[in-house]
């Protein structure tokens, strides 16, 4: 409760708006003023005026106030985070069933997606394969929030590849546009990872020409910024969807080996098998040798 007032006051600062503006047609900019510094709380009715005078919804609200989770919520994100990035998928396929359940998911929205998130790289992971319905509510929530903020801009970045492809490039779309009024450089490694993803997820749906230009977005954007690792697997995208666009040239494989090759030398065996999948899985028919 006491975070709520803060919060409002840091969402009008960065908004550049004055109380006035804020509290107009909702209630007294004196009480807007209480609000802030935690000595008064609104009506359900009030907070959802000041939430709109804001230009910003409830769940998106909601969310920014739960950036402050429990040491037991964040627990639960950051076991499912290290199982994932040590490629321990058996494990956290477990950890997802009989630990993080959807029980405990249901606390917050951030538990929900985190978990929806896992449930998806397992399904990928282990059988090759995304059940794009059961992560809609992922991009449900993306798509009702009016302002992105980072974690709206992470959960895209890290959960893209779940996507209805449809809804991919809607949601692409989106990004383009919000990225006009936000300052994304602040979170230029996920910006990165959301194009190479929609990438993938592009060449997964036989979307070549669409895949090349994700590709080469995410490939500048990780040359521009000096990101190797976001650079070498990029590389291995642009290649691999320009062989698909129909050039067949001997030149694209040998730049896919040797980008794939870079991060089994730098220790990355994980990332070098899943590159390996992917373009075993692209090339099943024509090129593979």
């Not at 978990?115 to 509510?137: C, K």
């Not at 890290?158 to 936000?182: C, H, M, T, V």
Request: charged share 25%; aromatic share 10%; hydrophobic share 40%.
């Amino acid at each position: 409760m006491n975070n709520i007032g803060p919060l409002i006051k840091k969402i009008r600062t960065d908004k550049n708006l004055i109380q006035k503006n804020v509290s107009i047609g909702v209630m007294s900019r004196s009480h807007l003023s209480e609000l802030e510094n935690g000595k008064y709380f609104p009506s359900y009715e009030k907070m959802l005026g000041l939430l709109q005078n804001l230009d910003i919804s409830l769940m998106e609200f909601q969310t920014e106030l739960g950036t402050n989770y429990s040491l037991e919520d964040r627990i639960y994100i950051e076991t499912a985070n290290r199982l994932s990035t040590e490629q321990k998928i058996v494990e956290l396929a477990n950890y997802l069933e009989q630990t993080f359940t959807a029980e405990v998911a249901k606390k917050s929205i951030r538990l929900k997606i985190k978990r929806l998130n896992m449930l998806g790289l397992v399904e990928l992971t282990q059988s090759n394969h995304i059940t794009a319905e059961n992560y809609q509510p992922i991009f449900n929530y993306l798509l009702s929030c009016k302002n992105w903020h980072e974690f709206e801009i992470r959960t895209l970045a890290n959960s893209i590849f779940l996507a209805d492809f449809e809804i991919a490039k809607i949601l692409a779309g989106q990004f383009e546009e919000k990225a006009k009024k936000l300052n994304f450089t602040d979170y230029i490694d996920k910006v990165i990872l959301f194009f190479s993803n929609l990438a993938e997820l592009a060449l997964r749906k036989e979307e070549y020409q669409l895949a090349l230009i994700y590709a080469k977005n995410a490939q500048k954007k990780a040359y521009d910024n000096k990101k190797i690792y976001y650079l070498l697997v990029a590389n291995v995208l642009v290649n691999l969807a320009n062989l698909k666009v129909g050039k067949a040239d001997e030149i694209y494989l040998q730049e896919i080996t040797k980008n794939i090759a870079a991060f089994r030398m730098l220790a990355y065996s994980s990332i070098a098998d899943n590159l390996q999948n992917l373009v075993d899985l692209i090339l099943h028919t024509k090129y593979v040798s």
